[in-house]
Nanobody
């Protein structure tokens, strides 16, 4: 069955960096666009970044442009989110999602990112 497992979250000070990973299994990873979402305390889940199946096109939410970078390694069935210059407002549970033409194949269970002095 399709499965996504996130890792790499943790506690970091403002201005710091973290790299999230999302390992996929149970489906043809390279056929699916991948996205990172986040849900902060008391907030709705929001799209952070996405990358096409071949990795050629990326998109970012305005609050993270210039600070976050999404990438994927189809040989390793893994998508990454490099987060730099982190701010307290980036505190959230981060989720990855696999989708193809609007069909959602899987969501991960989430990884907590906390940005605090």
């Amino acid at each position: 069955q399709a499965q996504l497992v996130e890792s790499g979250g943790g506690l970091v000070q403002p201005g710091g960096s973290l790299r999230l990973s999302c390992a996929a299994s149970g489906f043809p990873f390279s056929d699916y666009a991948m996205s990172w979402y986040r849900q902060g305390p008391g907030k709705e889940r929001e799209l952070v970044a996405s990358v096409t199946s071949a990795g050629g096109i990326t998109n970012y939410a305005d609050p993270v442009k210039g600070r976050f970078t999404i990438s994927r390694d189809n040989a390793k069935n893994t998508v990454y989110l490099q987060m730099n210059s982190l701010k307290p407002e980036d505190t959230a549970v981060y989720y990855c999602k696999a989708a193809n033409r609007g069909y959602v194949r899987a969501w991960g269970q989430g990884t907590q990112v906390t940005v605090s002095p």
